[in-house]
């Protein structure tokens, strides 16, 4: 009977010793589970950041596109209107002599301003040259030095850019 007992303790050991063989086993691959799923876990979060800045980077395109989109159709006018100027200047000159052409003159100018087209008020004012273009020097006692005495050609803003300088005569003592 003695045996009977080394033969079935032999067993349990034997038992034993496999039991805790799975269990190493079972524990090295939760391990390596684990390790596999932290990886992904970090290969998806870096995933995910790169999506958000890919949208982030498409947001301000969209919002540059507009907005370009938005100044090209501000200034589209902007190379007829300069074109028109010329006629503008003549019609002006012409309207000084000729109560008819005053009334064209003002249509035209009228038109012009509806699309976004202001003269540039510059006698008497301050010199700016943001906005003249200083073409000669005068002695004026009526104004300070650095004011527009006379305007040679008007200038224009269209949707507060200058499209074209005043040309003026600017009072210097």
Partial sequence: ???????????????????????????????????????????????????????ADLDNTLKIVIREKS??????????????????????????????????YQQLLGILKGEGLEPIDAIGKKFDPYKHEAMMQVKSEELE?????????KGYILNSKVIRFSKVAVVKG
């Fill in 1 to 55: 009977m003695a045996e009977v007992k080394n033969s079935d303790q032999v067993a349990e050991i034997q038992l034993e010793d496999s039991e805790i063989r799975q269990s190493k086993d079972l524990n090295e691959e939760i391990a390596k589970l684990q390790e596999l799923l932290e990886e992904a876990q970090i290969l998806a979060e870096e995933r995910l950041d790169q999506l958000k800045r890919c949208r």
């Fill in 145 to 153: 030095e650095d004011f527009v005495a006379e305007e040679i050609q």
């Fill in 71 to 104: 100044e090209h159709a501000k200034y589209a006018s902007e190379r007829l209107i300069s074109k028109l100027l010329c006629v503008l200047d003549s019609l002006e000159q012409a309207s000084k002599h000729d109560q008819g052409s005053e009334v064209l």
